[in-house]
């Protein structure tokens, strides 16, 4: 049965309470970005994610970037949305805003966003949904923001690893099986 799907799972996602059909790719690895910049370990990207896709937690997580004025990209993930800033911030701001946004997402270790949409089948035409907010964006996070979208649609891996830290991990299947009783 672990043919081309590691497993199939019905979840009522809390979102749209509509029942839906996850499979999992037979993937083992990933890749993520490091949220420190590459050349600069005194300095940290603001990346976030969380398992919901409600209006209401996206509004607040949107706010809170605005509200540190931070541009960002986020894009819709199959449980959720990822939340990314390029802008380089100190580790005391880091730290202090992680902390603030941490009980939307209390099992995620934050240091790392995943790039590679390869733990669900479909996933890939699911990341292309999203948006960004250049709001207090200078020219060149304007510019690195939208590099960064299309790095990540075409999956330039080898040019996203130039310009950014990735690092490779495994799937956590045991968190994802807790991230997924959840939401059931």
Same mark, same amino acid.
């Given at each position: 049965m672990q043919a081309n799907i590691i497993e199939k799972q019905e979840i009522q996602t809390k979102l749209q309470g509509n029942k839906e059909l996850l499979e999992r790719t037979k993937e083992k690895l990933t890749k993520g970005i490091l949220c420190i910049p590459k050349g600069n370990r005194e300095s940290r990207y603001l990346l976030f994610?969380?398992?919901?896709? !409600? %209006?209401?937690?996206?509004?607040?997580?949107?706010? *809170?970037?605005?509200?540190?004025?931070?541009?960002?990209?986020?894009?819709?993930?199959?449980?959720?949305?990822h939340f990314i800033s390029l802008r380089k911030i100190s580790k005391t701001e880091y730290n202090s805003f992680i902390k603030q946004l941490k009980p939307l997402n209390p099992d995620c270790p934050l240091t790392t966003l995943?790039?590679?949409?390869?733990?669900?089948?479909?996933? !890939? %035409?699911?990341?292309?949904?999203?948006?960004?907010? *250049?709001?207090?964006?200078?020219?060149k996070e304007r510019a690195d923001l939208q590099e960064f979208k299309k790095m990540l649609d075409f999956q330039f891996m080898g040019l996203m690893d130039k310009k950014y830290n990735l690092v490779v991990y495994p799937f956590d299947d045991k968190r994802e099986k807790k991230r997924i009783a959840k939401l059931k």
């Open positions: 994610e969380f398992d919901s896709k !409600k %209006e209401s937690i996206v509004s607040m997580v949107h706010n *809170f970037y605005n509200d540190h004025f931070m541009p960002f990209y986020a894009h819709e993930t199959t449980l959720g949305w995943r790039v590679k949409p390869n733990k669900w089948i479909g996933e !890939k %035409e699911i990341w292309k949904n999203g948006f960004f907010d *250049f709001t207090y964006a200078t020219a």
